[in-house]
């Protein structure tokens, strides 16, 4: 006879690891969900918050939502009013030779007048498309908000790490001092270390501290809780950009959406001035009327001896002064939106140049420090710190070596997250994606991940 594997007294010990494994998995499902939920908690790239941002922020999900409701009314417009259902009832019946008439139903359909319904419709268009277009645009500016955030927070873990590699270097140059010092050397030299070592940790907590605020900034853009935890971004991904304000000026014609809505906008005045013009024509309609005569022998409807009349009507637009207004008030719309694209056109190479200034003057200074100032700055600092371990140099020297390097890593992490920021600007002015270096393939000179 075979045994169970558990005799009945273990049937508690047993039921317990069955429940708590149950627990464990449970647990382990519903932390793999969250993560799974919250794809930003692991793996924070620019582009992970472009695609979080895109599904999840209500602006642009509003935008979306009033181009698509735009293109609806499309079908709205070119569609005939709906017909007139009418019903008469007669308080004192009107007496014929086959019966009262007691009840009056009729049937009308308004017909505007020629090219009307047309011209509503591509009113509609226009306006479908402008809204299109304003839909690019609030994701330009979304991108550009969540790109300069992105970048603020990536610069500030740049600079944690930075001073946090100063602070163990500065407590090493403390250590060689004290052993100077233990030599018969001056104790200025620690002294000078240690107000080196307070001035940096200050500088470290106060970037601790601002990372909650940039978070925060991040988290806001994306729709999220200004709380929700954030890690570190993983890179900042950089695309050197050869281009000029002259070539960018022509390709904006084609692809700022700006620009675009601002077109849409001249074509819809130039159909809402159409219009107008044909609602000085009459708008017809027609329809068909029923009336049920009664017998007052018999109150069955002799439906052969009720009448059946058809109908015709025109409108008569004769009031001329409102009719000149409608035309009036489309032309200024007209004139006002092309006045508007004109200022627009001129402002908005001014912007282009300006973005083109800063994009071009970080380039070059990350080219500078990260190719010339920063390798020299970590020689001096070798050189001085030999020099002073050879008791050649004054400690100071060697503060002031270590001072430089700082800064100049900090610039060469600054100009890259203004690259960053620049670069999103000029695809907010433009429509041209300078982000992506496949839509941007044409302006590319050199592409890398870490410069």
């Not at 790239?45 to 499309?74: C, H, M, S």
């Not at 991108?143 to 001073?163: N, P």
């Not at 200004?226 to 692809?255: F, M, V």
């Amino acid at each position: 006879m075979n045994r169970p594997f558990f005799k009945h007294k273990d049937t508690k010990f047993t039921k317990g690891i069955i429940l708590a494994s149950c627990s464990l998995s449970l647990c382990v499902s519903s932390l793999s969900c969250t993560a799974s939920a919250d794809p930003l908690t692991t793996n924070l790239t620019l582009q992970a918050v472009l695609d979080y941002g895109a599904e999840n922020n209500p602006r642009l999900q509003a935008a979306f939502n009033q181009w698509k409701g735009a293109e609806q009314n499309i079908t709205v417009q070119k569609g005939l009013p709906d017909p007139t259902l009418s019903y008469g009832y007669y308080f004192e019946s009107v007496e014929t030779k086959t019966g009262p008439q007691n009840h009056r139903f009729g049937l009308d359909q308004k017909i505007p007048g020629f090219g009307k319904l047309s011209l509503k419709k591509q009113i509609a268009t226009d306006l479908a498309a402008a809204s299109g277009t304003r839909y690019q645009r609030e994701k330009l500016n979304l991108d550009f908000s969540i790109a300069r955030a992105y970048s603020e927070l990536h610069y500030l873990k740049r600079s944690t790490e930075i001073t946090q590699d100063r602070i163990r270097l500065v407590q090493n140059l403390e250590e060689v001092a004290r052993t100077r010092y233990k030599a018969g050397a001056p104790m200025a030299s620690i002294l000078q270390a240690q107000v080196e070592l307070g001035r940096l940790e200050d500088r470290l907590s106060s970037l601790n501290h601002l990372r909650a605020p940039q978070t925060a900034r991040l988290n806001a853009v994306l729709n999220r809780p200004t709380e929700a935890p954030l890690p570190w971004p993983t890179h900042l991904p950089y695309q050197s950009i050869q281009t000029d304000a002259a070539n960018l000026k022509t390709q904006i014609r084609n692809t700022s959406p700006e620009l675009a809505e601002l077109g849409h906008r001249i074509s819809q005045g130039e159909h809402q001035i159409k219009l107008a013009q044909r609602d000085r024509l009459p708008d017809f309609s027609i329809g068909v009327q029923y009336i049920d005569t009664g017998n007052a022998a018999s109150p069955v409807t002799d439906s052969g001896n009720d009448p059946i009349i058809g109908t015709i009507g025109v409108t008569l637009p004769i009031w001329f002064g409102k009719n000149r207004a409608k035309i009036e008030s489309a032309a200024y719309q007209k004139t006002a939106a092309q006045l508007t694209l004109e200022n627009r056109t001129q402002t908005l190479d001014a912007d282009i140049r300006q973005a083109l200034f800063q994009l071009n003057d970080a380039d070059r200074k990350i080219n500078l420090y990260k190719e010339s100032l920063i390798p020299k700055a970590e020689q001096s600092l070798e050189v001085n710190r030999k020099g002073y371990e050879a008791g050649n140099m004054e400690f100071i020297n060697l503060i002031d070596a270590e001072r430089m390097l700082l800064e100049f890593q900090l610039a060469h992490e600054r100009a890259r997250a203004d690259h960053l920021i620049a670069r999103a600007k000029l695809s907010q002015l433009t429509g041209i994606n300078f982000l992506n270096v496949d839509d941007a393939s044409s302006f590319v000179a050199n592409e890398g991940e870490t410069p």
